[in-house]
C-alpha cells in the first residue's frame, strides 16, 4: 500500500520550475509551430498603414481598414518549392524568420521588435493552446508526486513557493473592446489569421494557488500574451510570456482590452481538446526531454534556447544562468536578478 515511498523517484527531480518550463514549452512551441513552419516574414503594416505587398483577402478587409485601435500586420510567405533536408530541418527562430532580400522597412529591427514578429502571429488564438499543452506537459509526470516551483516577481520583490501540480486552475474569461488588433496571411495558401477584431474574445490562462498566508491568493501563467503585442510581455517588459501575480496580471489586461471578467468567469481543471493536440503532444515531449537533461545542456534564461557552454555567455556572478547573447542576458536581467544568487553562499532548499 505505501509502495510509493520506496518508487525510485529522486523527489527534488518532480520539482518542476515553472518559469524555466514555460521558458522550454515557449521555445519547443515556437520553432516548429504549425502554421508558420518554414515561412518567412515579408512584410509588416503597423499604425494606419496598409499593406504594400498584398491585397488583403476579402473577408477581414473591411474591419482591417475600419479599425479605429492600433493595428499590426504580417505577411508570412512559405516555401513554393520541396525543400531540401538541410532546410527541412532548420527551425524557425526570430533571428532566421526573415525573407531574403530583406525588404527596407525590415532592416535594422532590433532584436526585441523581431521577437515580438514572430511571437504575435504565432500567438493567434494561442491561448487554448499554450493552456492543453501545458497540460500535455503535465501528463507526463505522475501527478501525484509532482509538485511546482513558483517563481516570480512581485512589486519589485522575488516571490517563491511550491504548490501541487495537480492543484493548478485554469482561468477562461471575457475580454472586451480589444485595445489592439492583429492581422497575419500566410502565402501562397492565402491562410489568414486576426486576433482583436471581435468586441468580445475568449482567453484563458493559468493560475497556481499560493499558500494561504500569501499576501496574494495566485500566480498567473498566461503563455500566450504575446498576442497582444509588447503589452504581453512579461517582467518589466521582456519576457516571452507572463508570471505573475494575480493584482498584477489584473492590472495588466487593461492593456489587453477595456473589460473583463477575470476572476469571475469560468474556472476549470482540464480543457479537452484543441487543434494540433499531436504537435502539442511532440511539443510537450521535446520539453520533458530537455528538462531531464537540465543538468547537463542548459538553456537560455530569457529564450529557452539551448545554451552554448561559453563562460563568457553565464551570469557572471552566479554562473548558473546562460544566455545566447547579450541582449538576451540584459532582457532576462529584470527577472534573474531576484534570483542570482552567489554560488558561495548556502544553497535554497530547491536548487
Ligand atoms: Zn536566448
Ligand atoms: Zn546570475
Not at 52 to 78: C, H, M, N
Not at 183 to 206: I, K, M, N
Request: glycine share 4%; aromatic share 10%.
Amino acid at each position: 500500500m505505501y509502495n510509493y515511498l520506496v518508487e525510485p523517484f529522486d523527489y527534488n527531480d518532480i520539482v518542476l520550475d515553472l518559469h524555466d518550463i514555460s521558458l522550454l514549452l515557449t521555445y519547443e512551441r515556437g520553432i516548429t509551430e504549425p502554421r508558420f513552419r518554414h515561412a518567412k516574414l515579408r512584410e509588416v503594416a503597423t499604425g494606419l498603414s496598409d499593406f504594400q505587398t498584398i491585397k488583403l483577402p476579402d473577408a477581414p478587409k473591411p474591419k482591417w481598414s475600419e479599425a479605429t485601435i492600433p493595428r499590426t500586420g504580417y505577411v508570412f510567405v512559405k516555401p513554393k518549392q520541396s525543400l531540401s533536408k538541410a532546410e527541412s530541418e532548420e527551425l524557425d527562430l526570430p533571428s532566421n524568420m526573415l525573407l531574403k532580400p530583406v525588404s527596407t522597412s525590415l532592416q535594422n529591427l532590433s532584436s526585441k521588435q523581431l521577437e515580438t514578429y514572430y511571437w504575435q502571429p504565432r500567438n493567434h488564438d494561442g491561448c487554448y493552446r499554450t493552456v492543453r499543452l501545458f497540460q500535455h506537459f503535465m501528463d507526463l509526470f505522475p501527478s501525484e508526486f509532482t509538485r511546482i516551483m513558483v517563481r516570480a516577481v512581485a512589486n519589485n520583490k522575488p516571490r517563491t513557493y511550491t504548490t501541487l501540480a495537480s492543484d493548478r486552475l485554469i482561468i477562461e474569461m471575457k475580454l472586451r473592446g480589444p485595445k489592439s488588433m492583429n492581422f497575419t496571411c500566410a502565402l501562397p495558401e492565402g491562410r489568414s489569421y486576426v486576433t482583436g477584431s471581435d468586441e468580445v474574445s475568449a482567453h484563458v490562462v493559468l493560475a497556481f494557488p499560493a499558500p494561504s498566508d500569501a499576501d496574494d491568493p495566485q500566480t498567473i501563467l498566461d503563455l500566450a500574451s504575446l498576442q497582444f503585442g509588447d503589452a504581453g510581455r512579461g517582467c518589466k517588459g521582456r519576457g516571452l510570456f507572463v508570471l505573475e501575480p494575480v493584482q498584477q496580471y489584473k492590472e495588466r489586461l487593461k492593456n489587453f482590452a477595456d473589460g473583463n471578467n477575470f476572476l469571475e468567469d469560468k474556472i476549470t481543471q482540464r480543457i479537452t481538446s484543441t487543434p494540433d493536440d499531436d504537435f502539442l503532444k511532440n511539443v510537450a515531449n521535446r520539453a520533458k526531454e530537455r528538462w531531464e537533461k537540465r543538468k547537463t545542456d542548459f538553456w537560455c534564461g530569457h529564450c529557452g534556447s539551448p545554451a552554448r557552454n561559453d563562460p563568457l555567455l553565464r551570469c557572471s556572478k552566479c554562473q548558473q544562468a546562460h544566455y545566447c547573447n547579450s541582449e538576451h542576458q540584459l532582457a532576462a536581467w529584470p527577472f534573474h536578478k531576484h534570483f542570482c544568487v552567489d554560488p558561495s553562499a548556502p544553497k535554497p532548499q530547491w536548487v
